[in-house]
Nanobody, 127 residues
Framework: QVRLVESGGGSVQAGGSLRLACETS??????????MAWFRQDAGKEREGVAA???????MYNDSAKGRFTISQVHAEKTLYLQMNSLTPEDSAMYYC???????????????????WGQGTQVTVSS
């Protein structure tokens, strides 16, 4: 069973920063390859992919995240991170860590591409 445990969410004012963490066992599969991503979902909205990273280090961002968010993986810590800067109220959502085997291909921001999901961590940005 793949372990994905998110942390780091909280409340912050607009313009502030947060760093989300996803403790994971997925890095054990680096020889097979994996794709990991951060998704978010606000009440009444569809879940959307924010950032993704492949086992080979390739990173992908959606338009809202480009230039503000950074996804990274620290194998020694067995942790996936999402550094979020210049936050706005529109970034408020539950953030989820997702993972699956095989390096990222097309569809890396689609929910169906990931079998493994964490429980989520809430991010609230006030104006």
């Amino acid at each position: 069973q793949v372990r994905l445990v998110e942390s780091g969410g909280g409340s912050v004012q607009a313009g502030g920063s947060l760093r989300l963490a996803c403790e994971t066992s997925m890095f054990d599969y680096i020889d097979i390859g994996y794709c990991m991503a951060w998704f978010r979902q606000d009440a009444g909205k569809e879940r959307e992919g924010v950032a993704a990273i492949s086992s080979d280090g390739k990173t992908m961002y959606n338009d809202s995240a480009k230039g503000r968010f950074t996804i990274s993986q620290v194998h020694a810590e067995k942790t996936l991170y999402l550094q979020m800067n210049s936050l706005t109220p529109e970034d408020s959502a539950m953030y989820y860590c997702a993972a699956d085997l095989a390096t990222c291909t097309t569809g890396y921001f689609e929910e169906y591409a990931y079998r493994y999901w964490g429980q989520g961590t809430q991010v609230t940005v006030s104006s």
